[in-house]
């Protein structure tokens, strides 16, 4: 375990030299921010604004951030022939891929904090004005702050899982494609209802095209289910019995996709 805390910790340190991803950092808490500027709305409204663009925003920016930095992980390395040097020391080919992923993690959930802790910052700003015009609403506000932890919750794993996914693809591909396809798997991810559609028989699809779409609706990570901003706008509780189901669905199908990468990026020529 040792070595892979090793490559875990350098990664970590060289990620945050990196001024491309410390930009998108940056802009998003910007982007998050500003969103308390929404004053010539309702207060109900105004704050419902204010949540639906602050998860919104935590969860695109965190998508970018785990897209470009799980798809330059390991391909620097084999750019800059560092990989050689690691590998010469006792570091196995899977301890390095998964000190990658860790250090990825570690990197992703510092950016995420910060994010989440802005956004924070702006809802307890908000919240005591729509209090004051509607103060009969406290208990509603208060399930508020409970889902919102939940949702940026969720939206770890889920950034956990692309990178993961961008990781992945980088054993398989060129820096240009790994990241297409993992944007491509990303967007297509969020489809997977619509494939359960079209699978339906009633539909009047071919057999072969119910197959292929009930094939791609069970591969495909279901990344809409780790957003629910519309249950907290709609005031709806999130149970944990939910969340955990959610995050164990995400954890499950996170070890395959490393899983996978390892058994790829072990016969693989670097």
């Known amino acids: ?37 929404f004053a010539y709305l309702q207060p109900g409204a105004e704050l419902q604004m204010v949540i639906d663009i602050g998860l919104g925003s935590i969860r695109f920016f965190g998508m970018l951030i785990a897209v470009f930095l799980g798809t330059r992980l390991v391909p620097d390395e084999i ?84 990178l993961g996914i961008a990781v992945v693809a980088a054993t398989l591909f060129s820096w240009v494609l790994s990241v297409i396809f993992t944007f491509v798997f990303y967007f297509v991810g969020h489809m997977s209802d619509f494939f359960q559609q079209l699978s339906d028989p009633e539909r009047g699809a071919s057999k072969i095209a119910q197959i292929v779409m009930g094939a791609l609706y069970r591969i495909l990570p279901h990344f809409e289910i780790f957003d629910i901003r519309e249950a907290i706008l709609m005031g709806t509780y999130t149970p944990w019995s939910v969340m955990f189901k959610t995050i164990g669905e995400g954890v499950a199908y996170l070890v395959v996709v490393l899983l996978i990468g390892y058994l790829v990026f072990n016969e693989r020529e670097v």
């Open 1 to 37: 375990m040792r070595p892979i805390f090793r490559v875990a910790r350098a990664t970590f340190h060289e990620a945050w030299r990196r001024r491309f991803l410390n930009g998108i950092l940056i802009f998003a808490i910007l982007i998050i921010g500003s969103s308390w500027a």
């Open 79 to 162: 750019e800059l022939r560092t990989i050689h040097t690691i590998l010469a020391k006792p570091v196995s080919r899977a301890q390095f891929l998964f000190g990658k992923y860790l250090g990825g993690v570690g990197t992703l959930a510092a950016n995420m904090l910060l994010m989440g802790a802005a956004f924070y910052v702006v809802f307890a700003i908000k919240a005591p004005q729509f209090l004051a015009e509607k103060p009969e609403d406290a208990m509603i506000v208060a399930a508020m702050y409970s889902n919102i932890a939940k949702a940026i919750l969720l939206t770890f794993f889920e950034v956990f899982l692309i």
